[in-house]
T-cell receptor, first 117, second 112 residues
């Protein structure tokens, strides 16, 4: 089965520019996540979608970050305007719907490495 | 989410067993113990999870202490491809938000 697809793999922009990342989850997976991973740290959840609804966006900097999953399938994460501290790897993950138990496995894409100059 | 404590780094030799420890003294009765690993330039991948009993799969074994305040991920024969950052994560089995909260993990180096 195909894995989680992300594009682009790398992106270099200048501060105050805008950037968008795209994610296509594994077919049939209801839940989609965006994580930010700063060098030397573990990934941090930015936003979680269940189908096309937002479950958790408590750590998303909403003044500059936005995300959407319009048809409950693929998703886009946007940063506008970018800051130097946004340099990181942005990871997308998806998981199938599992009722009532914390056995839910997340499948990650390879990520997009963003450098803000 | 309850916190976990892992060593920053560990080193092993190829084809030897590796025991990666994780402390989680504040674990609650409904918390599952999950392990993920992240190979260089890749996203994390699921390794194994458990609740109370020891677990085995094709990748690794998970040994859980009787009081559940610690656990150990066991790689039976390390290979160079096992060099990665290993994350021990607790997930609330009683919740509906399946969030993973990553720490810094343990960087495993495998020597040839």
């Amino acid at each position: 089965e195909a894995g989680v697809a992300q594009s682009p793999r790398y992106k270099i922009i200048e501060k105050r520019q805008s950037v968008a990342f795209w994610c296509n989850p594994i077919s049939g997976h209801a839940t989609l996540y965006w994580y930010q991973q700063i060098l030397g740290q573990g990934p941090k959840l930015l936003i979680q979608f269940q189908n096309n609804g937002v479950v958790d966006d408590s750590q998303l900097p909403k003044d500059r970050f936005s995300a959407e999953r319009l048809k409950g399938v693929d998703s886009t994460l946007k940063i506008q305007p970018a800051k130097l501290e946004d340099s990181a790897v942005y990871l997308c993950a998806s998981s199938p719907r599992v009722q009532g138990m914390a056995k839910n496995i997340q499948y990650f894409g390879a990520g997009t490495r963003l450098s803000v100059l | 989410d309850a916190k976990t404590t892992q060593p920053n780094s560990m080193e092993s030799n190829e084809e030897e067993p590796v025991h990666l420890p994780c402390n989680h003294s504040t674990i609650s009765g409904t918390d599952y113990i999950h392990w993920y690993r992240q190979l260089p330039s890749q996203g994390p991948e699921y390794v194994i999870h458990g609740l109370t009993s020891n677990v085995n799969n094709r990748m690794a074994s998970l040994a859980i202490a009787e009081d559940r305040k610690s656990s150990t991920l066991i790689l039976h024969r390390a290979t160079l491809r096992d060099a990665a950052v290993y994350y021990c994560i607790l997930r609330d089995g009683g919740g509906s938000n399946y969030k993973l909260t990553f720490g810094k993990g343990t960087l495993l180096t495998v020597n040839p």
